[in-house]
């Protein structure tokens, strides 16, 4: 397994443009996430899947940001009508969920990230 | 809510010196708390981790203790090498079922040889 892949790496769109991010988490891993790093910050939770299922969104995720995890194995981030301020790299991370409430998820393996820049 | 603080940089350090950086969290309950690097070009790495209050987390030179007493988990290095410069990232996750990450902002590390 090569990791988590994300394309594309980078984005450069219009403003009022839609943009579709996708995640390719490593294959066994039955959780997956997406971050949002804006420049000089840590990355920031958005939401995160269990297999298929969208367990939890941030606030930050607003009604023109969507995500889906089809058949639990990739994701896409979708945005819709891009403004300046989405502006960021999107990180894709993804974690074996253990069943252990002790010891929680294994490691989470980050992706290289997707920069998109709104123009 | 949950929050990470970490040592604003950047720090620029020379080869062989002690590099430390603080982080300091907020937090219900007791988390489990995380060193992730990321170097130049490559995406956020595991460093070392730590689950509960005293534990030691260690990898590749690094090391960080868990103080519940202090809210910290601080990051060092005894002998820093140019290969260790990179962006260094504090965090934590509740677990309990809540296994999200939430991450300091960063603190840029460059070592010169």
């Known amino acids: 397994d090569t990791g988590v892949s994300q394309n594309p790496r980078h984005k450069i769109t219009k403003r009022g443009q839609n943009v579709t991010f996708r995640c390719d988490p490593i294959?066994?891993?039955?959780?997956l996430y997406w971050y949002r790093q804006t420049l000089g910050q840590g990355p920031e939770f958005l939401t995160y899947?269990?297999?298929?299922?969208?367990?939890?969104k941030s606030r930050l995720l607003s009604d023109r940001f969507s995500a889906e995890r089809p058949k639990g194995s990739f994701s896409t981030l979708e945005i819709q009508r891009t403004e300046q301020g989405d502006s960021a790299m999107y990180l894709c991370?993804?974690?074996?969920?253990?069943?252990?409430?002790?010891?929680?998820?294994?490691?989470?393996?980050f992706g290289q990230g997707t920069r998109l820049t709104v123009v | 809510g949950n929050s990470v603080t970490q040592m604003e940089g950047p720090v620029t350090l020379s080869e062989e010196a002690f590099l430390t950086i603080n982080c300091t969290y907020t937090?219900?309950?007791?988390?489990?708390l995380f060193w992730y690097v990321q170097y130049p070009g490559e995406g956020l790495q595991l460093l070392l981790k730590a689950t509960k209050a005293d534990d030691k987390g260690s990898n590749k030179g690094f090391e960080a203790t868990y103080r519940k007493e202090t809210t910290s988990f601080h990051l060092e290095k005894g002998s820093v090498q140019v290969s260790d410069s990179a962006v260094y990232f504090c965090a934590l996750s509740l677990g309990g079922g809540d296994y999200k990450l939430s991450f300091g902002a960063g603190t840029t590390v460059t070592v010169r040889a």
């Open positions: 294959s066994e891993h039955n959780r």
């Open positions: 991370a993804s974690t074996l969920a253990t069943g252990s409430s002790i010891f929680g998820d294994t490691e989470a393996f």
């Open positions: 937090a219900t309950g007791y988390p489990s």
């Open positions: 899947f269990q297999n298929e299922a969208q367990l939890e």
